[in-house]
């Protein structure tokens, strides 16, 4: 179906309002007003509610979002009294979310939205606006949004998970990672403390872990091994940076163990990341300018091996985590992720190994000249003549 063309309408805004009479002018005065444009669709003019729902319903489930929210918009804006116009402007902000049209989304879901008091769909809208002020990255707006939500006394505990768990995130990406840390701790001190823990959803607890972890990794990848540095202040560096790995590791490991599959599929790439990562700082890395070649050499050689087995830990993290989304049949961007990156440590293994194998071989020397044969010796020897 094609876009119909668009009319354009100027009205009158009562909001407007001057006075554009000049000074010694007597004629009465005139009134001016600024113009407000409204954008109508002849397409769907001749369309009422009801089959606007119904087309908007239909393109949203064959995943033409574009279209549901040309329809479902069209619904909200047009027909006021409308017994499907809160489920419209919901759906208008999903298919708008979709196409990644925040702002739009914004607004569509904001109608709705009622952190403080909202049920059903006012709740659920007020959990979508936090979520498409995440992505317009109005961090303080979505903060406040998602903890009048927590702080609430009505809630299921699962929905005061949730805002908790979204909150902490949003305190991340806002800088705040020690605020994020508090507040996600938090969250999985509820999760674990519940009565009805069994039964509650894992999906937000195994996130709260997950993004723990990626707190520990982003504080990980902020230690830098610096080859200016001695000896001794490159050893600590890099045991502190081991030190964050493993703490990043675990966070990712607990949130495995949740048993949320899109989450463990997540946190399965991340530890073979992080080994990754570090194989890369490793492997990059000059050696400290005090050592001289000998001792340059006799560095690079033991970095080497701890670098090796990096390698194997990477593919092994990797291999796992691709078996464990085949059998659950998990679905994720991290799934390709890890093939992509389990093919290329495996290469790099490779490459090491027939590296090493290339400096143990001793290249073979070059055979002597054999001597040159003696000299014939033809005086007294009488030469046999042809027959």
Same mark, same amino acid.
């Given at each position: 179906?094609?876009?119909?063309?668009?009319?354009?309408?100027?009205?009158?805004?009562?909001?407007?309002?001057?006075?554009?009479?000049?000074?010694?002018?007597?004629?009465?005065?005139?009134?001016?007003?600024?113009?407000?444009?409204?954008?109508?669709?002849?397409?769907?003019?001749?369309?009422?509610?009801?089959?606007?729902?119904?087309?908007?319903?239909?393109?949203?489930? +064959?995943? &033409?979002?574009?279209?549901?929210?040309? %329809? *479902?918009?069209?619904? @909200?804006? !047009? #027909?006021?009294?409308?017994?499907? =116009?809160?489920?419209?402007?919901?759906?208008?902000?999903?298919?708008?979310?979709?196409?990644?049209?925040?702002?739009?989304?914004?607004?569509?879901?904001?109608?709705?939205?009622?952190?403080?008091?909202?049920?059903?769909?006012?709740?659920?809208?007020?959990?979508?606006?936090?979520?498409?002020?995440?992505?317009?990255?109005?961090?303080?707006?979505?903060?406040?949004?998602?903890?009048?939500?927590?702080?609430?006394?009505?809630?299921?505990?699962?929905?005061?998970?949730?805002?908790?768990?979204?909150?902490?995130?949003?305190?991340?990406?806002?800088?705040?990672?020690?605020?994020?840390?508090?507040?996600?701790?938090?969250?999985?001190?509820?999760?674990?403390? +519940?009565? &009805?823990?069994?039964?509650?959803?894992? %999906? *937000?607890?195994?996130? @709260?872990? !997950? #993004?723990?972890?990626?707190?520990? =990794?982003?504080?990980?990848?902020?230690?830098?091994?610096?080859?200016?540095?001695?000896?001794?202040?490159?050893?600590?560096?890099?045991?502190?940076?081991?030190?964050?790995?493993?703490?990043?590791?675990?966070?990712?490991?607990?949130?495995?163990?949740?048993?949320?599959?899109?989450?463990?599929?997540?946190?399965?790439?991340?530890?073979?990341?992080?080994?990754?990562?570090?194989?890369?700082?490793?492997?990059?890395?000059?050696?400290?300018?005090?050592?001289?070649?000998?001792?340059?050499?006799?560095?690079?050689?033991?970095?080497?091996?701890?670098?090796?087995?990096?390698?194997?830990?990477?593919?092994?993290?990797?291999?796992?985590?691709?078996?464990?989304?085949?059998?659950?049949?998990?679905?994720?961007?991290?799934?390709?992720?890890?093939?992509?990156?389990?093919?290329?440590?495996?290469?790099?293994?490779?490459?090491?190994?027939?590296?090493?194998?290339?400096?143990?071989?001793?290249?073979?020397?070059?055979?002597?000249?054999?001597?040159?044969?003696?000299?014939?010796?033809?005086?007294?020897?009488?030469?046999?003549?042809?027959?």
């Amino acid at each position: 179906m094609t876009r119909g063309l668009l009319v354009l309408v100027v009205v009158s805004s009562s909001a407007c309002l001057r006075n554009v009479r000049p000074d010694g002018d007597d004629r009465p005065p005139s009134v001016e007003f600024d113009p407000v444009v409204i954008t109508g669709d002849l397409e769907l003019e001749k369309l009422n509610d009801e089959e606007l729902f119904a087309a908007g319903t239909s393109f949203y489930a +064959a995943e &033409d979002y574009a279209q549901a929210a040309r %329809y *479902f918009g069209r619904l @909200a804006d !047009f #027909f006021p009294k409308s017994r499907h =116009r809160r489920a419209a402007l919901y759906n208008a902000g999903l298919s708008l979310e979709k196409v990644k049209m925040w702002e739009e989304a914004y607004q569509r879901f904001s109608e709705l939205s009622d952190p403080q008091k909202g049920t059903g769909d006012a709740l659920d809208a007020a959990f979508r606006v936090a979520e498409t002020l995440y992505h317009l990255e109005r961090f303080p707006d979505a903060i406040a949004v998602l903890d009048a939500i927590a702080t609430r006394t009505d809630l299921h505990i699962d929905k005061i998970i949730e805002a908790r768990t979204q909150q902490g995130i949003c305190e991340l990406e806002s800088g705040k990672s020690d605020v994020a840390e508090s507040t996600l701790r938090k969250v999985l001190a509820m999760y674990q403390e +519940a009565p &009805d823990k069994d039964v509650l959803d894992d %999906y *937000f607890p195994a996130q @709260a872990q !997950f #993004f723990l972890g990626e707190i520990f =990794r982003l504080h990980y990848e902020s230690i830098t091994l610096d080859a200016n540095k001695t000896v001794d202040e490159l050893a600590k560096d890099l045991e502190y940076k081991a030190e964050l790995l493993l703490s990043s590791q675990g966070h990712y490991l607990r949130a495995i163990r949740l048993g949320n599959g899109y989450w463990a599929t997540a946190a399965g790439a991340q530890i073979g990341g992080l080994y990754e990562n570090l194989y890369d700082h490793m492997i990059n890395a000059e050696a400290p300018r005090e050592l001289n070649r000998e001792e340059a050499d006799l560095y690079k050689s033991e970095l080497r091996k701890k670098i090796r087995v990096l390698l194997s830990k990477a593919i092994t993290v990797y291999e796992r985590t691709l078996e464990a989304a085949e059998r659950i049949g998990a679905q994720s961007p991290f799934v390709e992720k890890t093939r992509e990156s389990l093919k290329r440590m495996k290469d790099l293994l490779l490459a090491d190994a027939k590296a090493e194998e290339a400096e143990e071989v001793p290249a073979k020397p070059e055979p002597e000249p054999l001597p040159p044969p003696p000299a014939q010796q033809t005086k007294g020897k009488k030469k046999v003549p042809h027959t």
